[in-house]
Every structure is written in structure tokens, then in C-alpha cells.
């Protein structure tokens, strides 16, 4: 079955304590996203990706890091969460010709 | 700047009757749109998509949005809601020059009273 699968679904952590958040494709797409979904404001872009070692900062890049050493997997790090980061996190994929986004189920983080 | 506004925060239609979200957008270019739907605790699901051509897209789920270009608007719309249809819906633009990158919507919840 093609998907995007995001783990964890559920993370509560402290301040400052790095934690990583993963996410896989099977579909071979060439770019991958990361977005973060607060009330009222919709979805907002963290880091993109167009191909492997090839990744942009979006809207909201602070605080964040990504890599991106295969296709598949893009994992989005906080090196030092703060609350702010509390939020819906979502990984997102496609072709590269514009096609659909593809979502994971997301991941609720709490930074307390 | 690129910018989706989705005005209605919250919708509540009854069961059976019609439904229209509103979408606008501000875009520098040749945009192309999407509807999302997100049901709780889910990703988001394409509802439809607009590239070019034919003005009105028919999508899943019984959904179907009209571009027009005079409004700079991507209405969603559905002739008979359903208790299952409610949930959060999105709209999304993005534009070739700017690559695979979408701007969202804020959202609009649609509750569904029987």
C-alpha cells in the first residue's frame, strides 16, 4: 500500500531534550515535507526536500532540522524543543511535477 | 505574498442540505488548487485538484469545486452533506514557478447536525 508513515503518533518531551521525528515513503518520491498545523493558522511549511541531500527551509524553519541521506526517509529533528513546538506535525510527499501531496497521520507533539 | 483565505472558521449544515466552503487566494502566478479533508486524529486526504482546463472538478466523495479566475476563488461544494462528511477541510494553492511548495488555508471545521 503506498503511504507516508510518520512515527511517533504521539510524543510528549521536556524542554531542551533532542528528539527525533521519522518519516517514510514507498511511493519514490523525489520531494518530501514537513508542515506543522496550529489552530487558526492552518498548515505551515518547516523544510522541503527536492531529492536526497538536496532540503530548503520553508516558512518556519527555526528551531528545526532535517536530512535527507535516502529517498525515502526525511526525518525532522528538534536539537532543543521549546514549547512553542507544541503542535500537529505532518510529512507530506509527491513527485516532483507538482502532483498531490501525500500525508502521513501526523504526529502531536507537547514540549512542557 | 501568496496568501489562501478560507473566511468560515466553522460551518454547521444539516443533514441532507447543500454545502459550499469558500476559498480565495492571492497568487503572482498561474495558480493551481486543491481541497483536503481531515478527518480527527487523521492526515489529510485530496478531495479534488485543479490544473487547467475545464473550470468545474468533480472529486471524491461526491465533492466537486468551480475555479474562477475573476474571484480568485476555489469553491467546494456538495449538492447533499452526510453525518460522515464532517471533518476539516483545506484549501491549497501552489503555482509552477514556485515549485512543489502549497500554501494552506487556515481551515474550515463543517459540523453536521442530523
Known amino acids: 500500500e503506498a503511504q507516508v508513515t510518520q512515527n511517533p503518533r504521539y510524543l510528549i518531551t521536556v524542554t531542551g531534550k533532542k528528539l527525533t521525528v521519522t518519516c517514510s515513503q514507498n511511493?519514490?518520491?523525489?520531494?518530501m515535507s514537513w508542515y506543522r498545523q496550529d489552530p487558526g493558522l492552518g498548515l505551515r511549511q518547516i523544510y522541503y526536500?527536492?531529492?536526497?541531500?538536496?532540503?530548503d527551509k520553508g516558512d518556519v524553519p527555526e528551531g528545526y532540522k532535517v536530512s535527507r541521506k535516502e529517498k525515502r526517509n526525511f526525518p525532522l529533528i528538534l536539537e532543543s524543543p521549546s514549547p512553542n513546538q507544541t503542535s500537529l506535525y505532518f510529512c507530506?510527499?509527491?513527485?516532483?511535477?507538482?502532483?498531490?501531496?501525500?500525508f502521513g497521520n501526523g504526529t502531536r507533539l507537547t514540549v512542557t | 505574498a501568496q496568501s489562501v483565505t478560507q473566511p468560515d472558521i466553522h460551518i454547521t449544515v444539516s443533514e441532507g442540505a447543500s454545502l459550499e466552503l469558500r476559498c480565495n487566494y492571492s497568487?503572482?502566478?498561474?495558480?493551481?488548487l486543491f481541497w483536503y479533508v481531515q478527518s480527527p486524529g487523521q492526515g489529510l486526504q485530496l478531495l479534488l485538484k485543479?490544473?487547467?482546463?475545464?473550470?468545474l472538478v468533480q472529486g471524491i466523495k461526491g465533492f466537486e469545486a468551480e475555479f474562477k479566475r475573476s474571484q480568485s476563488s476555489f469553491n467546494l461544494r456538495k449538492p447533499s452533506v452526510h453525518w460522515s462528511d464532517a471533518a476539516e477541510y483545506f484549501c491549497?494553492?501552489?503555482?509552477?514557478?514556485?515549485?512543489?511548495?502549497?500554501?494552506f488555508g487556515a481551515g474550515t471545521i463543517l459540523r453536521v447536525k442530523s
Open positions: 507530506a510527499s509527491s513527485f516532483l511535477d507538482n502532483s498531490p501531496l501525500h
Open positions: 497568487y503572482g502566478a498561474t495558480p493551481y
Open positions: 491549497a494553492v501552489g503555482a509552477r514557478e514556485y515549485g512543489n511548495k502549497l500554501v
Open positions: 526536500s527536492m531529492n536526497v541531500e538536496v532540503t
Open positions: 485543479y490544473f487547467s482546463g475545464d473550470t
Open positions: 511511493m519514490n518520491h523525489e520531494y
